[in-house]
């Protein structure tokens, strides 16, 4: 069961728009670019990205797919690749 629960953990930066999820994690880790610190991951909790929430890729930038737009409840932001590594997902 744990690795099945494994499967459906992503970072937003990894969702395609239309995926959404509840956010599980905020925070740096191995897998977050390294270009993020302490005070961007404060900043993006302060915006509402906290764990429980629930959140949907709406769209990704073209032609790289940065920034992309995320919805937290009704509010609507645009984060970079870089941001969104921080942010670990339950898919679904």
Do not use: C, Y
């Not at 073209?62 to 932001?77: E, I, K, N, Q, Y």
């Amino acid at each position: 069961m744990q690795a099945k629960v494994r499967e459906h953990v992503v970072r937003i930066s990894h969702m395609a728009p239309g995926e959404s999820g509840v956010i599980l994690e905020v925070g740096l880790d191995p897998g977050t670019d390294k270009r993020m610190n302490e005070e961007g991951v404060r900043r993006l909790q302060e915006l509402g990205f906290v764990p429980g929430e629930r959140i949907t890729v709406v769209r990704r930038g073209f032609p790289s797919g940065d920034p992309l737009a995320v919805r937290v409840g009704t509010s609507l932001f645009a984060l970079r690749r870089v941001e969104a590594s921080a942010i670990k997902v339950a898919r679904g």
